[in-house]
């Protein structure tokens, strides 16, 4: 299966967890994963599906200071201030869809730990499985598979994910402190981290525009991802 490599863009919370949630269920081919880089309008942090807003808003100094918005997929607090996310959508049928969460989840961090390790990151999954301790913020603590820096144990990168039937989205995000100052090309990682995806689905790369989409179903998902009721419906 080959991977539709869409363009980079720049959104607000709700806009990004919007478009990814589109591209799950909206895509012009259903015989291709997609995958995409992004960045962030304004400081932001977005939370898991499942978690509650008090747990979300005791756990930030000043929540009104950010862009706040409820993922689609599970997981702890991400702080966007300095990471580096992206999003991948593997159609139903795709060999990632297929596996066990655990499984694409390892997957996904095992190309992205590639990706790094070929610009000098000494970047490995974590093996250690996780307490049942309630974890809050994300990088504070390594799962299961996350990438950690093989010499300081730091959380670099982390990931959640979402299952319907149209397939399975997964959001991950990179720390960017945690990589401890080395310099990377994100051009070329993107390029990498997305070609070994690709060759784990068992296909190619290949750059695509973004898809067309109808104003008001983009626009519709976006004011709900934005509205009190999906914030704070936990």
């Known amino acids: 299966m080959n991977l539709d ?10 806009e990004n967890m919007a478009a990814d949630f589109l591209l799950l269920q909206r895509y012009p081919d259903e015989s291709r994963a997609r995958f995409r880089h992004y960045g962030w309008r304004a400081p932001a942090f977005t939370f898991g599906y499942s978690q509650k807003i008090e747990t979300v808003r005791a756990a930030l100094a000043d929540p009104e200071a950010f862009d706040l918005c409820r993922r689609p997929t599970g997981g702890a607090i991400v ?27 390892r997957a996904v961090h095992e190309a992205l730990a590639a990706a790094l390790h070929a610009q000098g990151i000494p970047g490995e999954l974590n093996q250690t499985p996780a307490s049942n301790s309630e974890r809050s ?81 983009v626009s519709g998902l976006t004011e709900r991802y934005a509205s009190p009721e999906w914030i704070e419906m936990r």
């Open 137 to 217: 913020l994300c990088f504070a603590k390594a799962e299961l598979y996350d990438i950690i820096h093989a010499g300081t144990g730091e959380k670099i990168a982390g990931a959640a994910q979402k299952r319907n039937k149209q397939g399975l989205l997964c959001q991950g995000s990179l720390w960017r402190p945690a990589i401890g100052g080395a310099l990377i090309d994100w051009d070329e990682l993107l390029e990498d981290f997305a070609t070994r995806l690709a060759a784990a689905l068992g296909g190619a790369v290949q750059a695509v525009p973004w898809p067309e989409w109808e104003e008001e179903e």
């Open 5 to 14: 490599l869409l363009p980079v863009r720049t959104g607000g919370a709700a």
């Open 79 to 105: 702080d966007h201030s300095d990471d580096w996310t992206y999003a991948l959508v593997a159609p139903r049928g795709s060999s990632f869809e297929e596996m066990r969460a655990a499984q694409s989840y």
